[in-house]
Each structure stands twice: as structure tokens, then as C-alpha cells.
């Protein structure tokens, strides 16, 4: 979608995400947006790319114990752990409200701690109108492989994305988490295994203690840092994933501005999730889409799809 | 349709009500707040999560919220002066529910919990109700707004744990002592007092929970509560909730 500059020069802003088309590349990243419907009290929500929803699972899940976050310098760590309905109240309850207020295209956050978890909720979302991704986070723990993470092994991505793509018609796009030693060969394998895009990354590891209480801040110890201080890591690995796979990726990690969308695109991402940033500004998306077209003209950008040709 | 996205408050006044509290004055939009016992969530200069402060007082266009200096946060909001602006998210979760409060409410706060129940009460009031308060504090030195709430001529009791001021004990002990009748209760206060409160009344009741907050609008699922109605968001859902939702451990 074109959006005119403050000199009333016309950028356009359309991007092409595996065949399917976002009139700007701005996606809030799951986990930062709910269902979309409890945003849209603060703006319309229709102005974004896409959405990614919360990540959904089989089973209803209530998480982790509370607290689930812990104030850092520059980011956040949380602890939720995957709190959400299951895919079938999701289904039910939660999609046709978000279908409400948002029309355009969705992106379907799947979790799982087993294979067939992943392939029963990928079954059961194809098929939703206005689902035209699935987005496989592969950072939870496997309980059939000893509690490690399937995306800490190219041998469990593989199986995890095999597994998908026999049962979804869907793009799939692998979400990958950054606590690995080389992301290259983790997303390679995930391509190698059918996958139709990568987004990347999820959170980092990371954990803080009450001086005061002498005991980690988060009851659950250990959470998933964000925000603004995790941007570099998530550029350098989308620039390195970009340049040794030939499916899209998608970036995100710490993009709070119009600035970090083009950068993440001159890395190589064909669109861009933005998450902490919405907990702290609810509008902070619409700030984005908003400023992005006077970010282009200051870079002499006069579309978004030229950055991907770098 | 959507909410005011002018969130810049000007401080009028920030003054130390107490040992280790203050009161902070604002101006700014209020015309979003629905009922007392709702929150604010203020982005503090310099830190990245919101700090979530439930409001004591709305007058006219003015604000007014009551703090305890307790971590980094709190310490750089007490720094701020008169003049200062302050990005806030006004009117934020479900209040109390003036509708339920009977004939006879018994209001109940204890420590800086206190703030949102002197909004009620003054609210409750304003409706032509007459509600008791009963506060409490661990010592006469951290009592605050204990003026305020004289000010309001109502039954009004004070308890203090050390028993420096008013009964000696509980809020708890103050129902007992003085032979409090009430037929609905709110508040506010330090999780063991609400619990004792839902023990000793056996009367419907509402009460004010808090947690840590990344979002404060309903998000990022960082302050769930299980509830007999199912996970609910103390941000969002609450922080005030019926007694007979709450499951107590």
C-alpha cells in the first residue's frame, strides 16, 4: 500500500510474505498482541501487515507461576509460559472476534511439546479464513526428548516441519529461538525440511535476582528477554539466516521504531514482528507504520520490496 | 471509539505524605475513568516496564496517586517535581462495583492500599451511601491520608500491628472488637489481610488484587490469576474481584 511522505511524495509500503500480500511489513509478534480484539481499543488495527496471535497450543494452559516479569535495562524478561485457551476455544472463541475487528491477513502462533501437538493444531487451524500462515515456535521444550528444545536441534527442527507440512496446506514459517551455537544450520535444516519462511528470533534466555530477597525475580528463575537491548543479536542472525537460506525472514526482536524496520530489512527481512514495544506503548505499531514512509524519504527509500533486492 | 492516545500529565505537586510515601498530583485527561479502584501504568524516564499505581483521587482534571518508594522505579517517580511531564495510561482494569455495596459497606484498606478505598469512599458518599472505614498499618509512622479520611466524617478506624495508634492488631480485629455489621466489604491491601478478610465475613464482598505488570492493558498474560471462573488478567479483568471468584491457596 502506498502512504504519502510529508512532502507528499508517495511510499510504497507493500510487501509480499510467501505469496501473500501485507500492505505494510509491520506484524505485532505473538505473545505482545493477544487476539488482536483487546489492541483495538487503541487504534484500528486494520493499519498492520498482519498479526501474529498469541501462541496457542492443544490443551488450555494457565503457565507459569507469577511473577512472570522482571524489569532489565533496554528489555524485559518474561515467564508467561504459553498461558493460553487451546486451539480449539481459539478457534472458537477467540478468532471470531478478532476476525471482528481485524481483516486482514493472520498469522497462526503453534506451540507444542510434542510432535503430534504441532501437527493436531496445525490440522485444525488450516482451513480458518483469513489464516494464511502458521508460525511454528519451536522454542518450547520437547517432553518426548528429554525436556530440550526443538529448536535447538536441526534434527528436531527438521522433524518438527516434516511433520507440519504433510498435514497443513498452509505457508509454514519456523520461529527459531537464538539460544543456539550456530542459527545458520538450525534455520538451513528447517528449510531443508519444507519450511516456507523463518522468523527469527524469539526471546533470549536470560534471568535477574532481587537484591533484596536474594532469589530470582521471576518464580519460574529463568524467562525470555526482550526488548530494544536484544535488536542487535536478532539483526546480525537475520542478516546471517537471510544470506545462507533463500526462503523469506521474518525479523524481529527489539523493533520499536520506522528506523529498526528498514534496518531489519537492509539485513534481509521481508517483513518485520514487533513485540515489547506494544506492552510499552499500546500504539507503538501504528507509531511505526505512521513514521515509516518519512523514514523512507529520509533514506531515499521509494519502496519497501527495493530494500529485499540489496 | 478508541481511547484518548494524549497520555502527557504535568505534575502539580509531589510531596512525601508519609515515612516512605508520597503523594503524587496530576494534571491531565480523566474523562476515561470509569469507576474508583482503577489503575494508572506510567513509563518511568530511564526504564523500560510501565509502573502500575492505582488511583487515589479524580478531581476535575486532576489526578491524584499515592506510592510507596519501594525499588528503582519508585525511587526516580519520587525525584520528579512539580512541572515535570509524565507519560501515562489512564483508566486501566475494572474498579470496584459501587452498585453492590448494600446498605451497610464496610471498606477495608491496609497499608498503601488504602489510597483506592478513600476514591470509593468518597464516591460512595457522593451516591448518598454511607460507608465505614476501617484502615490499617504496621505502625503509627506508616500511617498516610489518615486526615483525609477523617475528613470525610464517616465511621472511621484505625488499627496498627505494634498498636502505636487506634486498636492494636488487625483490621480484622477492629470487625471484632467494635461489632461491625456490614452487609458488603471492599478492599484493598497486602494478600494475607484480604484472605483473613474473606475468612472472618461471611458476606459478599470485593477485593482489589495486585502483580507484577509488563502490559497493564490486557496482553501480555504476565499477571494471570486462576479463579473459579477460569484464568483471568488482574490488569484487565480486575484488580478488583468478586470474593466468590477468588480461590484462595
Request: aromatic share 6%; hydrophobic share 40%; charged share 20%.
Amino acid at each position: 500500500m502506498e502512504m504519502n511522505d510529508k512532502n507528499g511524495i508517495a511510499r510504497d509500503l507493500g510487501v509480499e510474505l510467501c505469496g501473500v500480500k501485507l500492505k505494510n511489513p509491520v506484524i505485532p509478534a505473538s505473545g505482545c498482541f493477544g487476539y488482536g480484539y483487546t489492541m483495538s481499543e487503541w487504534y484500528d488495527i486494520n493499519i498492520l501487515g498482519s498479526i501474529s496471535f498469541k501462541g496457542t497450543t492443544l490443551h488450555p494452559r494457565f503457565g507459569n507461576p507469577l511473577p512472570r516479569v522482571a524489569e532489565c535495562t533496554s528489555g524485559m524478561i518474561n515467564s508467561v509460559g504459553l498461558q493460553n485457551p487451546g486451539i480449539d476455544k481459539v478457534i472458537s472463541e477467540e478468532l471470531p472476534l478478532m476476525r471482528r475487528d481485524f481483516s486482514g491477513p493472520i498469522m497462526a502462533n503453534i506451540s507444542g511439546f510434542a510432535i503430534e501437538e504441532y501437527t493436531e493444531c496445525c490440522k485444525r487451524i488450516t482451513g480458518e479464513s483469513q489464516v494464511e500462515w502458521i508460525e511454528l515456535n519451536v522454542s518450547c521444550p520437547n517432553v518426548h526428548g528429554g525436556g530440550m528444545s526443538f529448536g535447538t536441534s536441526c534434527d528436531s527442527v527438521a522433524e518438527v516441519v516434516g511433520a507440519v507440512k504433510k498435514v497443513t496446506t498452509l505457508p509454514v514459517i519456523v520461529k527459531l529461538t537464538p539460544n543456539v551455537t550456530d542459527i545458520v544450520s538450525i534455520a538451513k535444516s528447517a528449510e531443508d525440511a519444507g519450511a516456507d519462511g523463518i522468523c527469527l528470533i524469539n526471546t533470549m534466555l536470560g534471568m535477574r535476582i532481587d537484591l533484596k530477597t536474594r532469589k530470582p525475580v521471576v518464580a519460574n528463575i529463568m524467562g525470555g528477554f526482550s526488548g530494544q537491548a536484544v535488536f542487535p543479536v536478532a539483526l546480525r542472525m537475520v542478516w546471517q539466516v537471510s544470506h545462507a537460506c533463500s526462503i523469506p525472514v521474518v525479523g524481529c526482536g527489539g523493533v520499536s521504531t520506522a528506523e529498526d524496520v528498514l534496518e531489519m530489512m537492509m539485513a534481509g527481512a521481508t517483513a518485520v514482528e514487533v513485540g515489547t514495544a506494544n506492552l510499552i506503548d499500546p500504539l507503538a505499531c501504528k507509531r511505526i507504520i505512521e513514521s515509516l514512509p518519512d523514514a523512507m524519504a529520509r533514506y531515499n527509500i521509494k519502496s519497501l520490496k527495493e530494500l529485499k533486492d540489496l | 471509539m478508541h481511547r484518548n492516545s494524549d497520555t502527557r500529565y504535568t505534575i502539580i505537586d509531589n510531596s512525601w505524605i508519609g515515612n516512605n510515601t508520597k503523594m503524587m498530583i496530576l494534571e491531565g485527561p480523566t474523562d476515561e475513568f470509569t469507576s474508583p479502584g482503577q489503575f494508572v501504568n506510567i513509563a518511568v524516564p530511564g526504564f523500560t516496564l510501565r509502573r502500575p499505581i492505582s488511583v487515589c483521587d479524580i478531581d476535575g482534571d486532576t489526578m491524584t496517586l499515592v506510592y510507596d518508594v519501594i525499588g528503582h522505579g519508585t525511587e526516580a517517580l519520587a525525584e520528579l517535581k512539580a512541572g515535570d511531564k509524565l507519560d501515562i495510561l489512564p483508566a486501566l482494569g475494572r474498579g470496584f462495583d459501587m452498585s453492590k455495596c448494600g446498605d451497610r459497606p464496610l471498606l477495608l484498606g491496609g497499608g498503601v492500599g488504602c489510597p483506592p478505598i478513600y476514591s470509593l469512599a468518597k464516591n460512595l458518599i457522593e451516591a448518598g451511601v454511607l460507608p465505614t472505614v476501617v484502615l490499617g498499618f504496621n505502625s503509627e509512622e506508616r500511617m498516610i491520608m489518615i486526615e483525609q479520611f477523617e475528613n470525610l466524617d464517616i465511621p472511621f478506624y484505625v488499627a496498627t500491628l505494634d498498636g502505636s495508634y487506634g486498636t492494636k492488631g488487625y483490621v480484622t480485629d477492629v470487625i471484632a472488637n467494635e461489632g461491625l455489621n456490614p452487609d458488603f466489604f471492599y478492599a484493598c491491601g497486602p494478600l494475607p489481610m484480604l484472605k483473613a478478610l474473606c475468612a472472618q465475613l461471611d458476606i459478599p464482598g470485593q477485593l482489589s488484587l495486585e502483580a507484577r505488570m509488563a502490559c497493564g492493558f490486557g496482553v501480555c498474560m504476565c499477571c494471570s490469576l486462576e479463579t473459579k471462573s477460569g484464568a483471568k488478567r488482574i490488569c484487565k479483568d480486575g484488580p478488583v474481584f468478586d470474593k466468590e471468584d477468588l480461590i484462595w491457596k
